[in-house]
């Protein structure tokens, strides 16, 4: 396992050229920024309540790099960034990393008819789109150093709206006008997830295998049609106090909640306090004097009333920092 010491600047350039369109809702992710964290992660400024959520950032990913740093933007001595820094490549298995990457392995798409049957309407597509693959990039999101709940909401775009714990583009659960998200689920690789056409892999949907490398609670789902076998993880519904990453806002995103919930005393929490932005308040294993923090939505709580575990909404609950730039 080799750590790559140097960030590849404009690599994708000219593969972006070369790979076929996905669809609208591949636009708009902001791709190669410059390196704000260039001595590495350096924890001294981040605020004492988010040290321990971010340093799961420098500890998730042991493969690829993911820095965490502060930016001092307009030099008065204090951060104002919140700064996670990452080539957004996930640790683990997907048929969209190149042959030649020992995380690569196959898939059979047609898994996905059966992982999402309430969704699958026979007309779909299976599979990759355009020939995307999984590049290395310079990603890095600016989350403010202090959140605060937005009083005019802003829409999340069509392209990075956080990361995951492993360093990994969150996009949310909504395809731009003239796409339909639930045709791309069906191009999703085992681990849930797949890239656009600059190469910016990407969540939608509740990481199945970031969860189970995380020591969540997944199921090992097998399905036997026509002879054939498949096989795919699913989410258990025990995951609500995983933390799986931030979005640019800096609020935490946290596991679906399923039939239960307790904060970080043991308490039960009533999923009913579950807001539009599909969050709530209250205390954590990381955030013990409690926080804002999103869940993964379900079908049953702040869902869509399919049965596909989206990362979250068309809205910031928070004032979003600067992603990509
Ligand atoms: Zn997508
Ligand atoms: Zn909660």
Not at 184 to 199: A, K, N, V, W
Not at 242 to 263: K, N, T
Not at 305 to 315: D, M
């Amino acid at each position: 396992m080799k750590k790559i010491n140097t960030f590849m600047y404009g690599v994708v350039l000219s593969s972006m050229l070369l790979v076929g369109c996905a669809g609208p809702e591949e636009l708009g992710a902001a791709t190669n920024a410059a390196s704000v964290c260039t001595g590495g992660t350096d924890l001294s400024e981040i605020p004492a309540n988010y040290l321990t959520a971010l340093e799961k950032y420098t500890t998730t990913n042991s493969e690829y790099i993911v820095y965490v740093c502060t930016e001092d933007t307009n030099g008065d001595g204090d951060a104002d960034y919140m700064v996670v820094e990452t080539t957004n490549q996930p640790e683990h298995e997907s048929v969209y990393f190149d042959e030649s990457n020992h995380h690569h392995e196959a898939f059979d798409y047609e898994t996905n008819t059966h992982k999402y049957d309430a969704v699958y309407d026979g007309t779909q597509r299976l599979g990759s789109a355009g020939g995307n693959m999984i590049e290395e990039l310079v990603l890095v999101m600016k989350m403010p150093i202090t959140p605060v709940a937005a009083t005019n909401k802003t829409d999340t775009p069509y392209a990075t709206i956080g990361l995951a714990i492993n360093g990994v583009s969150f996009f949310n659960e909504n395809a731009a006008p003239g796409d339909e998200i639930t045709e791309e689920l069906f191009t999703f690789d085992q681990c849930s997830g797949h890239p656009q056409q600059q190469g910016v892999y990407h969540y939608h949907v509740d990481p199945v295998c970031l969860i189970r490398d995380l020591a969540g609670d997944v199921t090992a789902v097998e399905k036997t049609v026509d002879g054939t076998t498949y096989n795919w993880l699913e989410d258990s519904g025990n995951n609500a106090s995983l933390l799986i990453g931030f979005l640019v806002d800096g609020f935490p995103v946290y596991g679906p909640v399923g039939s239960s919930e307790q904060d970080c005393t043991g308490a039960s929490i009533n999923a009913s306090t579950i807001d539009a932005y599909n969050g709530h308040s209250h205390c954590t294993a990381e955030f013990e004097d409690g926080i804002y923090h999103y869940h993964v939505k379900t079908a049953e709580i702040g869902g869509s009333g399919e049965s596909v575990f989206w990362i979250t909404n068309a809205q910031y609950y928070g004032v979003p920092g600067v992603m990509g730039g």
